[in-house]
């Protein structure tokens, strides 16, 4: 099984690559974090005794990704998974934020996934199954003032997933978009999640068993996995309530844990 | 004047035993997790005692880069001011996390900082160590008892538990003192654990998480001054005394857990020395004690 993941020095990429190298899977680990490369490429080589191929390269970039590809293509690498992992968000009002950076968050969540999945589509494995994993999120199911344009951008994955599915499924592929509320990644994760309080805490699930459960449900087939019971019923909810009532809730709620935020981080320097 | 190094030495336990150890007349080298702590913990120190030999460095010692970045500058400090010896090295750092959580290997965070992080630190400076014939000491915790290590899945994938995580670090971390007094102590090393009890710190207020950090808020108020430990720190680091033992509380020797065996201790080496990339030297002295 050869997988390729995007994203890979990151927290979620890491714990999937972790979870592919347990299977005892062969990894292609791309980020643009060098660094963070080089040490998640040895923490599984020491942990798991498999060898792993990493490529330092910025999705956003055509001529970065025509680079790997000629690597991939030089040293005949063909591929039966894809996780597109890599993706950004930064929270906070439209008019709040820098133009460049909201425009980037597009350019890096959609664009560039849309670069990478097309061109290892086209170098998958001839005569084998496919799987390719777009990690949407539970912001996807609502439209989410304050964090516009990243949920916009996840429900362009959502979407674009369901209707790729639908397209590969002659072609013996499958496609799963993975919809997490909250993912504890890092110690600034653990303050925001922190700061929504209840609702902050209830509807985060542990890092290490949606890493297993997504990779388990790409393989039997799902095209939609959202992890926990009550982020399952919240998304049910998106699908029923008029999406202005949506919006002025959530609306209220980020008002409110964006400011408890912003101080904890103040004041934790 | 006599060199030791302490981790996690910018707040708690660490802390305490860095104040004591400066007052009798020790240079400390403290390594904390960022630059403002270290600053504030050598104001905190220096307006008690301004005479205090105190020079601090940061590193984020869960990852294994920082570890190895921070040895170097260690080592060439001391090359440079400490003649080459180091006499103590205490493994204090330490972390509690409610989620399971990784560094950037991809290795859980309370055994990469409560354990591995020391294991790898001990290893880069154990040349300087050995020079002075000194001591290794761990910051461990009773709570190492009644569990064993998990060596299926030592980073806990498979039903990861805040608690079970942590009791398996501080059991690493005695395994660790055994080998390294079984591999060492022809050397003149010694290597210790210390218990420190139920102590008011905030390890479990820092980015811990959840209930991890509802519970130990509630559980800390019952908890001695981390000054209490820091005196059993300082009894150890007293080189008029050579103590027999492997473990410590309220400078008594204290029993540890059945667990804590050659095989296991040997055990543990190995998958530490291939997670780490490195090797342990047997004892310079030929048979191993």
Redesign the interface.
């Given at each position: 099984m050869n997988v390729l993941i995007t994203g890979a020095a990151g927290g979620l990429g890491r714990a999937l690559a972790t979870e592919c190298a347990r299977r005892g899977w062969n990894l292609f680990l791309t980020d643009v974090n060098e660094a963070g490369l080089k040490n998640i490429q040895c923490g599984l080589e020491r942990q798991y005794g498999i060898t792993v191929t990493t490529g330092v390269c910025d999705l956003t970039s055509s001529g970065d990704v025509d680079e790997m590809m000629a690597i991939i293509d030089e040293h005949n690498i063909r591929f039966d998974m894809l996780l597109n992992i890599a993706g950004i968000d930064f929270e906070g009002g439209f008019l709040s934020r820098e133009r460049e950076k909201v425009v980037k968050i597009v350019s890096i969540n959609d664009a560039a996934t849309l670069r990478i999945t097309h061109a290892i589509l086209e170098r998958r494995r001839p005569g084998g199954h496919f799987t390719v994993v777009f990690v949407s999120s539970l912001a996807s199911m609502f439209p989410m003032p304050l964090k516009a344009t990243y949920a916009a951008s996840k429900r362009f994955l959502l979407d674009f997933a369901t209707s790729l599915r639908q397209e590969l499924k002659s072609q013996d592929a499958n496609v799963l978009a993975l919809c997490p509320g909250g993912l504890v990644t890092r110690d600034d994760t653990v303050q925001a999640i922190e700061a929504q309080g209840f609702w902050g805490s209830v509807t985060t699930n542990p890092l290490e068993i949606v890493a297993r459960k997504t990779l388990d449900r790409a393989l039997a087939g799902k095209a939609i996995y959202v992890p926990g019971g009550l982020n399952q019923t919240l998304s049910f909810f998106g699908k029923i309530i008029p999406r202005s009532w949506v919006a002025a809730v959530v609306y209220w709620r980020w008002t409110k844990s964006q400011k408890k935020w912003l101080t904890a981080a103040e004041t934790a320097g | 004047m006599k060199t030791i190094v302490i981790t996690g030495a910018t707040s708690g336990i660490g802390l305490e035993t860095a104040r004591i150890l400066c007052r009798q007349g020790f240079r400390v080298l403290s390594v904390g997790h960022s630059k403002?702590n270290c600053e504030l913990a050598k104001a905190d120190l220096l307006s008690g005692n301004p005479e205090a030999q105190l020079t601090c460095f940061a590193a984020d010692l869960m990852?294994?880069?920082e570890v190895l970045r921070v040895a170097n500058e260690l080592t060439a400090y001391i090359n440079e001011n400490c003649g080459g010896e180091l006499y103590a090295l205490i493994n204090n750092a330490g972390c509690a996390r409610?989620?399971?959580?990784?560094?950037?290997?991809?290795?859980e965070q309370q055994f990469a900082l409560n354990y591995l992080a020391g294991f790898l630190l001990t290893h880069e400076l154990l040349p300087l160590l050995l020079k002075s014939g000194g001591r290794v000491l761990m910051t461990g915790s009773e709570s190492h008892k009644g569990i064993k290590v998990h060596w299926n899945d030592v980073?806990l994938?498979?039903g990861?538990n805040p608690l079970t995580a942590y009791k398996q670090s501080k059991l690493c971390d005695i395994l660790f003192a055994k080998g390294l007094n079984d591999r060492h102590s022809a050397d003149g090393l010694r290597a210790y654990v210390l218990d420190p009890g139920l102590v008011h710190t905030d390890i479990g207020s820092k980015?811990?998480?959840?209930i991890v950090?509802v519970v130990w808020a509630l559980r800390k108020r019952h908890g001695v001054e981390p000054s209490v430990p820091a005196e059993t720190y300082a009894f150890l680091c007293n080189p008029e005394r050579e103590p027999q033992g492997l473990y410590y509380h309220l400078c008594e020797e204290n029993t540890y857990s059945k667990e804590v065996t050659r095989e296991n201790a040997d055990r543990l080496f190995a998958l530490s020395e291939?997670?780490?990339?490195i090797r342990y030297e047997s004892s310079s002295k030929g048979a191993i004690a």
């Open positions: - | 403002k990852q294994q880069h409610n989620w399971y959580m990784t560094t950037d290997e991809g290795y980073m994938r498979r990861y980015a811990a998480g959840g950090g291939r997670l780490c990339g």
